[in-house]
């Protein structure tokens, strides 16, 4: 599997000790350092590659840091910069600040703890920058499709008024496109992160089981079904590791990576309005994530102002992502109602799940944890698409050592699913 990249810094200090002295402190941690004694010659760096973080102290020979700075944010705006100067010059920081061309200025003689610690707070901040930029491009091409999808759709609603004897053909045409916007985002999902892809499809059988008893009205059981299909959607421009994170050890995430992932809802219930206009479909979306006592997120609703479709999908989502086995995975449900679930929503949950027609679990692991016995959860295909495994295959000794022998030679990307 690829490693994670380092973050690159760019150092920049024409004393040659003081330099040495700067990358010395930064290199204990996970960095790639370039350092130079030219502001010139750093500009050249900036031209060839893309950095994270720029350092430069501000007293320099061929110009001053703000100067080389503002030169360094016009190549790469979305570096986070960094002034480190011995006489501070309050009205100069505070107008660059406030003007972007920095992010922080740290004093001479600076502290050790203190410059890395704003490191990497700026390495963090350019990280954001890019996570989002991705997720707005990502949204853009949503929107694109969906935009062709409608052009198509007001075609054939002209024609069906044009054609009043076949209403009856383009309403089913009408619901044809409807699929396909569901399809398309469950697509997409399934592209960027091939393990929600199948949760999602665990999820809806749950909550299509839900929906075939009289419980709930009509139009709820309208929402559930389409919130069951795109309440994952808001992940896609998140980063895989990061949601992995979040599932395993959600302890270990600073705030802006916990941020990310507890405002994933309201990105999806934007993202929901181009495949189902009704606002409870986005809003159902929204909040799934709540919990009965008003402990979730994003906008932490208690109880009855939670969707009620919420609600019922809240207990369907929990199921589908605990780690734990199926049986121990209902148990820990029904310990939590009236907490983080509706009473009566696990009520309807047990009522209609029988732990025989529960869907199975799903997992993603590594090449070194598979072994005998495991059933595959989704093709295993080779970087130029042809199929090596198919989905339900029980991995033996055979096929495992033709998989094995083939990332050796031909690595295999995508994420390697199987029933837990």
Not at 282 to 304: K, M, N, V
């Amino acid at each position: 599997m690829a490693t994670t990249p380092k973050p690159k810094i760019l150092i920049v200090d024409d004393d040659e000790i003081i330099l040495v002295a700067l990358k010395e402190t930064i290199s204990s941690e996970p960095y790639d350092i370039t350092a130079t004694t030219s502001a010139q010659e750093a500009l050249g760096y900036l031209e060839k590659e893309a950095f994270s973080v720029i350092i430069s102290d501000q007293r320099m020979a061929e110009m001053t840091g703000l100067e080389f700075l503002q030169k360094a944010k016009t190549i790469q705006e979305d570096a986070s910069r960094i002034l480190i100067t011995g006489v501070v010059e309050l009205k100069t920081i505070i107008e660059a600040v406030n003007q972007g061309e920095i992010f922080r200025f740290i004093a001479k003689p600076w502290i050790r703890e203190e410059l890395l610690v704003t490191i990497q707070n700026a390495v963090q901040r350019h990280q954001l920058i890019e996570a989002n930029k991705k997720l707005q491009q990502s949204t853009l091409s949503l929107n694109e499709e969906l935009a062709q999808a409608n052009k198509a759709l007001e075609s054939k609603l002209t024609q069906a008024a044009q054609e009043t004897q076949a209403i009856g053909q383009q309403t089913q045409t009408l619901q044809k496109n409807f699929d396909q916007s569901i399809e398309l985002c469950y697509r997409l999902l399934c592209r960027v992160h091939p393990l929600l892809g199948k949760e999602t499809k665990a999820i809806v059988d749950i909550c299509e089981l839900m929906c075939q008893e009289e419980h709930l009205s009509s139009e709820d059981k309208h929402t559930l079904k389409i919130s069951a299909w795109l309440q994952d959607i808001g992940l896609i421009g998140i980063p895989r590791e990061l949601i992995k994170r979040y599932r395993e050890t959600p302890e270990d995430l600073d705030e802006d990576e916990l941020g990310l992932i507890q405002n994933h809802p309201i990105q999806g219930q934007e993202l929901a309005t181009f495949a189902d206009n009704l606002a409870i479909v986005g809003a159902t979306i929204r909040g799934c994530r709540e919990h009965w006592d008003g402990s979730g997120f994003p906008d932490g609703l208690p109880q009855e102002s939670i969707p009620t479709p919420a609600r019922y999908l809240a207990v369907a989502i929990a199921f589908v992502e605990s780690p734990l086995p199926r049986e121990e995975t209902v148990e820990e449900i029904i310990n939590l109602s009236g907490h983080a679930f509706d009473p009566e929503a696990v009520r309807l949950f047990l009522k209609v799940t029988q732990l025989s027609r529960l869907p199975k679990k799903v997992k993603d692991v590594l090449f070194s944890e598979l072994s005998p016995g495991m059933v595959l959860a989704g093709d295993v295909n080779s970087p130029a698409g042809l199929l090596l495994l198919p989905e339900g295959h029980v991995v033996n000794e055979t096929s495992l050592k033709k998989i094995v022998r083939h990332n050796m030679s031909d690595p295999i990307h995508h994420q390697i699913l199987v029933y837990a």
